[in-house]
């Protein structure tokens, strides 16, 4: 298995929600990431997660809160967004042969 | 920090012709990347480069690790229309399991059938 799974694909909530991105990968890989894409920008680092522990964080608003359960998966807990979050977030691992993004959550914030 | 001058921002080409892009940063990496990205997805990899003035192919695509790290040009031969997307050139001086990469701007390549 070389993939990384993002789950939902698209995600549309309101400011005063409470949603969830997932990521899930099974290669093994002892790095995990979560990158903010804004339409024809490049994608922005947001956290770092290294052996299951957060080891960068990119001075993300607390509105994101990251989650690593396991060495399989990585969480990103939304609450309280705002429109201009809106935008690809895309979770990443890193391995032997580099990295592997996955196909990313389009979410819209209403 | 650590910036990407990627270049050409789009490209307009017809199909068949060849195609250069080409990144270069103030810093040095020591390793970098070539993506692709369709819209709604992730980026792809292309190519990883590295070692410094590492030359290496994957189909039409050829990529090459400057001797100084601090550039890489792609070069797409006989583009095809399916060869439609945004192209990325990332750095990273990863060690271990840990490291970031740093994004170039993208290159939008468009090909006329």
């Known amino acids: 298995d070389t993939e990384v799974t993002q789950t939902p694909k698209h995600l549309v909530m309101g400011m005063t929600n409470k949603k969830s991105l997932k990521c899930e990968q099974h290669?093994?890989?002892?790095?995990m990431y979560w990158y903010k894409q804004k339409a024809k920008k490049p994608p922005e680092l947001m956290f770092v997660?290294?052996?299951?522990?957060?080891?960068i964080n990119e001075s993300v608003p607390s509105r994101f809160s990251p989650e690593c359960p396991n060495s399989s998966l990585l969480n990103l807990h939304l609450h309280a967004l705002q429109p201009e979050d809106s935008a690809l977030y895309l979770c990443?691992?890193?391995?032997?042969?580099?990295?592997?993004f996955g196909s990313g959550t389009r979410l819209t914030v209403v | 920090g650590q910036q990407l001058n990627q270049s050409p921002q789009s490209m307009f080409i017809q199909e068949g012709e060849d195609v250069s892009m080409n990144c270069t940063s103030s810093?040095?990496?020591?390793?970098w990347l070539w993506y692709k990205q369709d819209p709604g997805e992730g980026p792809v990899l292309l190519i990883a480069?590295?070692?410094?003035?590492e030359l290496t192919s994957n189909g039409r695509l050829t990529a090459q690790f400057g001797i100084t790290r601090k550039d890489s040009f792609l070069n797409i031969s006989a583009s095809i229309p399916s060869d439609v997307g945004i192209y990325f050139c990332?750095?990273?001086?990863?060690?271990?399991?840990?490291?970031?990469?740093?994004f170039g701007k993208g290159t939008k390549l468009s090909v006329k059938p």
């Open positions: 810093s040095i990496f020591n390793t």
């Open positions: 290669m093994g890989h002892r790095a």
């Open positions: 997660y290294s052996y299951e522990k957060l080891s």
């Open positions: 480069l590295y070692k410094a003035g």
């Open positions: 990332a750095g990273s001086n990863y060690g271990g399991s840990q490291g970031n990469l740093i």
């Open positions: 990443a691992t890193l391995g032997g042969l580099g990295y592997t």
